[in-house]
T-cell receptor, first 113, second 122 residues
């Protein structure tokens, strides 16, 4: 069974640009959540999607958005990039029952110049 | 809000020895889940062990075990017979089991600690 797949693995953007990251969950998993990991702030929850609906959102500005498609694949978008958005963005999937283990992808490393 | 604290930024252990990583958390909930995740240099987070708060028995997974002290809000991880492959960043994480407020679901939101970098010396 394939694991959680995140693309792209690495990307470099400049301030003011926007970026879209993609996450394909494990087959059969309906919940996808996103986390931002930085050396200064650690791991912070961005949002979670379940059956195409956002069901939890972390404390991030509106520049951070996401969506989930009918096949459970998810994208997150960051608009008007700032230097502080440089981070590892991790996606995790779970079947969605609320008790299952979260399975993480390898992350997308975003560098903003 | 729930918080998770790992007071040991770095730890080291000799191969085959035992090491304990500390974690404390703060919550007003009575029912929740606690996890230890491992993040090797490959960056992929891997679940090491999990504990349901309603269970008094400490969880064990092969060489990994926890000491869960609910009253003290402490959740330490013990790694026995340490191996070189255990070297990684270890994160303690909390997840509530009930919705935080009306209209929300508990979902799968995790609150992580700051992490402990474990070095295993040959």
């Amino acid at each position: 069974k394939a694991g959680v797949t995140q693309t792209p693995r690495y990307l470099i953007k400049t301030r003011g640009q926007q970026v879209t990251l993609s996450c394909s969950p494990i087959s059969g998993h309906r919940s996808v959540s996103w986390y931002q990991q930085t050396p200064g702030q650690g791991l912070q929850f961005l949002f979670e999607y379940f059956s195409e609906t956002q069901r939890n959102k972390g404390n991030f500005p509106g520049r951070f958005s996401g969506r989930q498609f009918s096949n459970s694949r998810s994208e997150m978008n960051v608009s008007t990039l700032e230097l502080g958005d440089s981070a590892l963005y991790l996606c995790a999937s779970t079947p969605g029952g609320g008790t299952g283990e979260l399975f993480f992808g390898e992350g997308s490393r975003l560098t903003v110049l | 809000a729930q918080t998770v604290t790992q007071s040991q930024p770095e730890m080291s252990v000799q191969e085959a020895e035992t090491v304990t990583l500390s974690c404390t958390y703060d919550t007003s909930e009575s029912d929740y889940y606690l996890f230890w995740y491992k993040q090797p240099p490959s960056r992929q987070m891997i679940l090491v062990i999990r504990q349901e708060a309603y269970k008094q028995q400490n969880a064990t997974e092969n060489r990994f075990s926890v000491n869960f002290q609910k009253a003290a809000k402490s959740f330490s991880l013990k790694i026995s017979d340490s191996q070189l492959g255990d070297a990684a960043m270890y994160f303690c994480a909390y997840r509530r089991s009930r919705p935080p407020s009306k209209g929300e679901t508990s979902g799968s939101r995790l609150t992580f600690g700051e992490g402990t970098q474990l070095t295993v010396n040959p």
